[in-house]
């Protein structure tokens, strides 16, 4: 019989998706005409931009036409679309970012993990805790981790504990790592991180040989000025970071998929003899090897986020949603629970009220006011005592969750 990769077999069986999905139902089931509201899940609702929507349809009767057809395009993505992402996402910051540094791809999610591949099996690996389960499970499939202990925690990995002792940011390790993590602004927490932080991680990582994955799916959602965008942005960034970033959150692609990775052609890791060696290549023949690129309709779609509509229509939706985020910071805040984030990400981290546990905050949320979120103890044992709040919903949903929410939890 054949052989599985038994490193699966280490993973928390998915626990937190479903978990919610089956207290949901049950509450449902016993309570049917309860309107629950589900302010859990991160994924957007409001439409796709039109200017996208019309760039894609065109793309469609491109397709049609043996003239302009198209068939496998370039794995790295169309050059009109990286030449565009290079000027506006970098370039306009003060980022010296090329076209040919920028990897179109099918999502952050998939790169995420991906980038796994041009990495050896013997690096120290930090995350921070609570943390997307992405940047885990995939460190866990490889083989990076030992088993998960009753916590959930993974033998191996090197969790760096974010709460609101530390305003939600990692302490620098003390310890040497090869390969850190860093999401700002923050899925779960809605954190986001100062210049002066990010140079910090930056100065380690270029002091100790390290790499940075540096995701920035939510760079968007940022309204303060002073916030850095990219990490290219630092003194350094370019010798030791890597940057993901999506189409998903900013312009509604999580169900069109669209997002790209930049690999500087001067980043380096080492190889078995000693020698350097330049990421960028071997990330270049991973991709070409084992990807054949973005669909030309949807690279066209993504091209016209960047037009002066498409600039304005993601505007509106960016704003849509940071309205929403204001929404439910100020009505929780009046109803005398402590929140975070949602300033400068669409995500609000609520500390639970009365000390709860957040599965017990969960349970209780969903009885009293039929209104669903995300226990934080999902995202790692350090989220344990908060909850995740999403702004990506209607304005009805909201304003009628934080009318429930009000009225149950006055004080
Ligand atoms: C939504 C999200 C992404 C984007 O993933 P896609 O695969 O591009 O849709 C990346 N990182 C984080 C932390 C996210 O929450």
């Known amino acids: 019989m054949a052989t599985i990769n038994n490193h699966y077999l280490k993973l928390k069986a998915g626990y937190l998706f479903p978990e919610i999905a089956r207290r949901v139902n049950a509450f449902a089931a016993a309570t049917p005409d309860a309107n629950i509201i589900r302010l859990g899940i991160g994924d957007v609702t409001e439409p796709l931009p039109e200017a996208c929507r019309t760039a894609m349809i065109k793309a469609v009767n491109d397709m049609g036409d043996r003239a302009t057809f198209q068939g496998y395009g370039p794995e790295q993505g169309f050059g009109w679309l990286r030449e565009k992402i290079a000027a506006h996402d970098f370039q306009a910051r003060g980022c010296e970012v090329d076209a040919s540094e920028i990897f179109i791809s099918d999502g952050s999610k998939c790169d995420c993990g991906n980038i796994l591949d041009i990495f050896g099996n013997d690096n120290a690996i930090a995350v921070t805790d609570p943390v997307y389960p992405v940047y885990v499970d995939t460190n866990v499939m490889a083989g990076h981790t030992e088993d998960a202990n009753e916590k959930g925690e993974y033998g191996g990995l090197v969790y760096l504990p974010i709460s609101a002792n530390n305003d939600f940011t990692a302490q620098i390790p003390t310890q040497k790592v090869d390969l850190i993590y860093l999401c700002f602004p923050n899925n779960p927490t809605g954190a986001t991180a100062t210049k002066a932080h990010l140079q910090a991680w930056v100065d380690y990582a270029k002091a100790n040989g390290s790499i940075i994955f540096f995701d920035a799916a939510y760079e968007a959602f940022i309204t303060d000025p002073t916030l850095p965008h990219s990490i290219y942005e630092l003194e350094g960034a370019r010798d030791c970071a890597i940057e993901f970033r999506s189409f998903s959150k900013n312009a509604g692609f999580t169900g069109t998929r669209c997002a790209l990775t930049v690999v500087p052609k001067t980043l380096k890791g080492k ?43 993601v505007k509106g939706l960016v704003n849509f949603y940071m309205e929403n985020a204001k929404i439910i910071r100020d009505q929780l805040t009046a109803a005398g629970i402590n929140v975070y984030g949602g300033v400068n990400a669409p995500y609000v981290w609520v500390q639970t009220p009365n000390g709860l546990s957040s599965w017990d905050f969960f349970d209780k949320l969903l009885q009293t006011c039929n209104v669903v979120g995300t226990p934080g103890s999902g995202f790692g044992a350090a989220g344990e005592g908060y909850f995740r709040i999403s702004a990506f919903n209607s304005r009805d949903n909201v304003n009628e969750a934080m009318k429930r929410i009000t009225e149950k939890f006055k004080v």
Do not use: C, H, M, P
């Open 271 to 313: 190889a078995a003899d000693g020698s350097e060696v330049e990421l960028w290549k071997l990330w270049n023949r991973r991709q070409s090897t084992k990807f054949n690129g973005v669909s030309y309709i949807v690279q066209r779609g993504a091209e016209a986020v960047y037009s002066t509509e498409g600039q304005q229509q």
